[in-house]
């Protein structure tokens, strides 16, 4: 257990709602893919608007509670609601679950997000394993880190070994973070096409650089909710990340859980 002043309250009142000291995985989970969380065993749960130091999470499809519980035999925490920049909260907020899982010394970190597909040979409903993240605009941690060398390469190459020998299809690439909230133009698509995006989202890259800057070791999945602006030529909104996941929610849980059992 690692317990840094500023986040004290919140990690003592975790303990004493009895979540252990040391826990084997923490896994934030994105846009409709709570469902995860209804897997996890013995569960403890506990609304965020309760744990100091938490906002409330706001956006549909987030519900807001940090679940305790058991995974292939391992100790998990899950972040079912996730505090976007693009909300108003500073990304000091955002990386909260980063933190949470250094305190705990967690082994892995799972960061899950829903994105919209740049490259054309994907298609809605796919799951990616995040190979590398581009920040076009770069304004993405407040802690400058020197330290950012992420290597998510070798991990995404073990997740994905992972994913064949469960059986999971897995796409791989390249995430780029937009703060949002509005989603893209199809200019800016095009444009990030070029520079090698393989889809477009609006979380996971603060964590990532935070993992890195903390030395957690992080793997992140991106769900296919929609082709990115321009793509499909029909206007995109939030029904479609709920019809997404509902239609690979299982898959994601199973990926998540082997991810759990044997990384
Ligand atoms: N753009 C940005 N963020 C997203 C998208 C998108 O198309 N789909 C889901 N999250």
């Keep these: 257990m690692k317990l840094t002043d500023s986040l004290s309250k919140c990690i003592n009142y975790l303990l004493k709602q009895g979540i252990p000291e040391v826990v084997d995985s923490v896994v934030v989970l994105g846009s409709g893919l709570g469902n995860f969380a209804d897997t996890i065993n013995n569960t403890l749960t506990i609304p965020y608007k309760d744990i100091p130091l938490f906002p409330e999470a706001s956006v549909a499809g987030h519900s807001g509670l940090l679940v305790f519980g058991s995974v292939a ?70 802690i400058p880190s020197p330290k950012f060398r992420y290597n998510l390469y070798q991990i995404a190459n073990r997740v994905r070994k992972i994913a064949v020998e ?40 603060p964590e990532l650089i935070e993992a890195s800057r903390l030395g957690v070791s992080a793997t992140a999945i991106s769900l296919v909710t929609n082709m990115a602006a321009g793509i499909a030529g029909i206007k995109l909104d939030h029904s479609e990340v709920k019809q997404a996941a509902e239609k690979r929610k299982d898959d994601f849980a199973r990926l998540v859980t082997e991810i759990i059992r044997c990384l």
């Design 73 to 142: 035999g391992k100790t998990v925490l899950a972040f079912s609601g996730r505090f976007h920049h693009y909300e108003g909260y500073p990304f000091s907020k955002t990386v909260l679950p980063v933190h949470i899982a250094s305190a705990f010394d967690a082994k892995k970190l799972v960061i899950s997000n829903a994105a919209g597909a740049i490259n054309t040979n994907f298609k809605v409903g796919d799951l990616m394993v995040i190979d590398d993240i581009v920040r076009p605009f770069h304004s993405v941690s407040t």
């Design 166 to 205: 469960s059986g999971i299809d897995v796409q791989r690439g390249n995430y780029l973070y937009v703060k949002g909230p509005n989603y893209e133009t199809s200019a800016e698509i095009r444009a990030f096409r070029i520079i090698g995006a393989d889809v477009v989202g609006m979380s996971t890259a």
